[in-house]
């Protein structure tokens, strides 16, 4: 079983048998939340019309690293949660989908957006889809609702 002199060390299916027992609905829990760890976040996220997917991961690849700090105020009509948001940093930019020249939606970072809110923050960094932009993909375009 793992000490504390070995804390960096990955459980094994033996050390998990000792903490647990025999409890089959901890063995259940443990396994999904092994499965569900592993996922990447790059993936996890997507969005799907037809046969046609996108991941959160494409749209990271395709707009970099460029940020712009967006006044709040601008986006809190796009926000689509209210819930609390302890534990929630706002040291990520969020991603927001522009068309017509207006912003449309939250793509990433709902939660960030909202606690920005609820701060009375001035502005927050973001990530600008662009779907007028012709560099855009046209998948992008198509799934998000372009006027391109």
Do not use: C
């Amino acid at each position: 079983m793992a000490t504390s002199d070995d804390s960096d060390r990955e459980l094994t299916d033996e050390d998990l048998e000792q903490v647990i027992g025999g409890s089959r609905d901890m063995k259940i829990f443990i396994e999904n939340w092994r499965r569900s760890s592993t996922e990447d976040w790059r993936t996890k996220t997507n969005w799907a019309k037809g046969e046609e997917k996108i991941t959160l991961g494409e749209v990271h690849a395709h707009l970099g690293n460029k940020t712009v700090d967006i006044s709040v105020s601008s986006l809190a009509p796009l926000v689509r949660t209210q819930k609390p948001v302890d534990g929630v940093s706002l040291d990520y930019p969020i991603i927001v989908n522009k068309s017509g020249g207006q912003y449309q939606h939250v793509l990433d970072g709902n939660h960030r957006l909202q606690k920005a809110i609820d701060q009375r923050v001035e502005s927050i960094k973001a990530k600008i889809l662009d779907l007028d932009n012709p560099e855009t993909p046209e998948i992008f375009v198509r799934m998000f609702g372009g006027t391109k």
